[in-house]
C-alpha cells in the first residue's frame, strides 16, 4: 500500500480516517472494492460519534425527571435502555427534536401557555407526550382531505355507532368515517398529569388530528367527548389547538362545542323532554329509543343538567368501556 507501518497502525486501531484514496489502495492490493471499506469507514465514524453523543446526552439525563417516562414505556411508546444517553435519545426521537432545549421550545410552550390562559390543572409535560403520541399515530393514518361539508354530513352515521357497546366494532368504523372526511382520530390513555378527555389539532391545512384520552370509559363521556371535538373542528379555527377536560373555564368556544354535542347526541326538539322525564329504567329506555340513542347517554345528559343525581340506580344504563388501547392513568 506504500504507507508506513505507523500508519497502517492506525488505520487497524481506528485512530486514522479510512479515505477514498486508502479505500482504492485497499482495493488493489486486498481485492475487495473500495465501496467495502468506505461503507465499514462510515459505520465506524457512526459507532463511535454515536458512543460520544450518547456520552453527551448522559448529561442531560435529569431531563427524563421531566417526563412520564414509566407510562411511556409501559404503553411502549418507546424502548427501554439501560444506558441514560441511550435512553435520552430515544425520547428525543419520540418528539422529533435534537435536543431537551428543542422540546420546551416545540412542545412545552405551547401547552403551557394554554394552561396560562385556560387555567388548565395539567402537566404541559404529561400533555405534550400524550399529544405528540396522538400526532405520531395519526401519522400512519391515511386520509382524505378535510371536507367540512362532508365531516358535518357524517355525524349522523357516526351517532349511530353510540349505540353499540363493542369498541372493536364502533372504533374501526368510527376511525375509517373520520379519514375519509380527513380526520384521523386516536384513541391514546393519558399518562398521569394528563387529565384530559380530548383535544383537536391541525397537523396540516388538509388533515386534523381528533384525540380522546378514555379516561373515563362510559359512553356517554366517550361520545359526548368525540361530538365536543369534532365540534371544535366544525366550529373553530384551524390553526387552533383544544385541549378539553377537567378544570378547563367555560369560554365562548367550549360552550359553543358543548353546545354542539349537545345537540347531536340528544336534538334540541327532544332535549326539552328530559326535564320532565319520569327517573325511571322504563322512562328513559323509551325516550332513548325514541332518539335513536343509547340510554346510558340519556342517564349522563340528566345528570349533567342536574335533573338526576349522580349516584342513581340508573347509571348501570351506561355501557362501560374494555378498550384494547391501555388504560388511562386515572
Given at each position: 500500500m506504500e504507507?508506513?507501518?505507523?500508519?497502517?497502525?492506525?488505520l487497524i486501531n481506528g485512530k486514522a480516517a479510512l479515505t477514498e484514496e486508502t479505500a482504492f489502495r485497499l482495493e488493489k492490493v486486498t481485492g475487495i472494492k473500495a465501496g467495502f471499506w468506505l461503507t465499514r469507514e462510515a459505520q465506524?465514524?457512526?459507532?463511535?460519534?454515536?458512543?460520544?453523543?450518547?456520552k453527551v446526552l448522559a448529561r442531560e439525563s435529569d431531563w427524563l425527571k421531566e417526563l412520564p417516562l414509566r407510562h411511556m414505556l409501559d404503553h411502549r411508546w418507546i424502548d427501554r435502555h439501560s444506558d441514560p444517553g441511550a435512553q435520552v435519545a430515544e425520547c428525543l426521537r419520540f418528539f422529533g427534536v435534537a435536543s431537551p432545549n428543542a422540546w420546551r421550545t416545540s412542545y412545552m410552550e405551547p401547552v403551557a401557555a394554554f394552561r396560562a390562559s385556560k387555567r388548565?390543572?395539567?402537566?404541559?409535560?404529561a400533555t405534550s407526550t400524550w399529544l405528540r403520541q396522538g400526532e405520531r399515530e395519526a401519522a400512519g393514518i391515511d386520509t382524505q382531505p378535510f371536507d367540512r361539508a362532508a365531516f358535518k354530513a357524517s355525524l349522523t352515521s357516526m351517532r349511530s355507532l353510540a349505540s353499540e357497546a363493542d369498541p372493536d366494532v364502533f372504533v374501526p368504523k368510527l376511525t375509517q368515517?373520520?379519514?375519509?372526511v380527513g380526520v384521523a382520530v386516536v384513541l391514546a390513555g393519558a399518562p398521569k398529569g394528563c387529565p384530559v378527555s380530548g383535544a383537536t389539532k391541525w397537523l396540516s391545512p388538509t388533515k386534523a388530528l381528533l384525540m380522546l384520552s378514555l379516561r373515563h370509559r362510559t359512553n356517554d363521556h366517550l361520545w359526548f367527548s368525540f361530538f365536543h371535538e369534532a365540534g371544535h373542528l366544525l366550529l373553530h379555527g384551524k390553526r387552533m389547538l383544544f385541549i378539553d377536560g377537567e378544570?378547563?373555564?367555560?369560554?365562548?368556544?367550549?360552550?359553543?362545542a358543548n353546545r354542539f354535542a349537545r345537540d347531536v347526541l340528544i336534538p334540541s326538539s327532544h332535549s326539552g323532554a328530559l326535564r320532565t322525564l319520569p327517573k325511571t329504567e322504563h322512562e328513559v329506555v323509551r325516550f332513548a329509543h325514541t332518539v335513536g340513542i343509547a340510554p346510558g347517554i340519556v342517564v349522563g345528559r340528566m345528570q349533567k343538567?342536574?335533573?338526576?343525581?349522580?349516584?342513581?340506580?340508573?347509571n348501570h344504563l351506561k355501557e362501560k368501556y374494555r378498550f384494547k388501547v391501555a388504560d388511562s392513568e386515572e
Open positions: 504507507y508506513t507501518e505507523k500508519h497502517i497502525s492506525l465506524h465514524r457512526e459507532a463511535v460519534g454515536r458512543i460520544e453523543e450518547e388548565f390543572a395539567i402537566d404541559p409535560a368515517a373520520c379519514a375519509a378544570g378547563a373555564l367555560d369560554d365562548e368556544q367550549e360552550e359553543e343538567e342536574g335533573f338526576l343525581e349522580w349516584k342513581t340506580r340508573l
